[in-house]
């Protein structure tokens, strides 16, 4: 099985900083090649990239966020950290955690976390 778990969030105001986290494990796993963070703002829309990262450090991040919030990652812990500072309200969401990557049968996976609650109040 294969398991996500996240860490951080919660609520802050205006111009202050949070930190996430989100660690993969599990037998099946073989290798991970990417891991990061997409938000949903509002119940029923779809989640939106913030920012992923690769094994090889390659970086993918929406431009509103460029910045402000900076992505990093442990491969030898299968762990991806989002440092967020001069949080908008505008970042308020529920924050996913996303991983990539091909289990011990060769075959893809894509999986998310349960999701972890930020909010930026005004």
């Known amino acids: 099985q294969l398991q996500i778990v996240e860490s951080g969030g919660g609520l802050v105001q205006s111009g202050g900083s949070l930190s996430l986290s989100c660690t993969a494990s599990?037998?099946?796993?073989?290798?991970?090649?990417?891991m990061g963070w997409y938000r949903r703002q509002a119940p029923g829309k779809e989640r939106d990239l913030v920012a992923?990262?690769?094994?090889?450090?390659?970086?993918t991040s929406e431009d509103s966020v460029k910045g402000r919030f900076t992505i990093s990652r442990d491969n030898d812990k299968d762990t991806v950290t989002l440092q967020m500072t001069d949080l908008k309200p505008e970042d308020t969401a529920v924050y996913y955690c996303?991983?990539?990557?091909?289990?011990?049968?060769?075959?893809?996976?894509?999986?998310w976390g349960q999701g972890t609650q930020v909010t930026v109040s005004s």
């Open positions: 599990g037998s099946i796993i073989f290798s991970i090649y990417l």
């Open positions: 992923t990262i690769t094994t090889s450090g390659l970086i």
């Open positions: 996303r991983v990539e990557g091909t289990d011990k049968d060769m075959r893809d996976f894509r999986s």
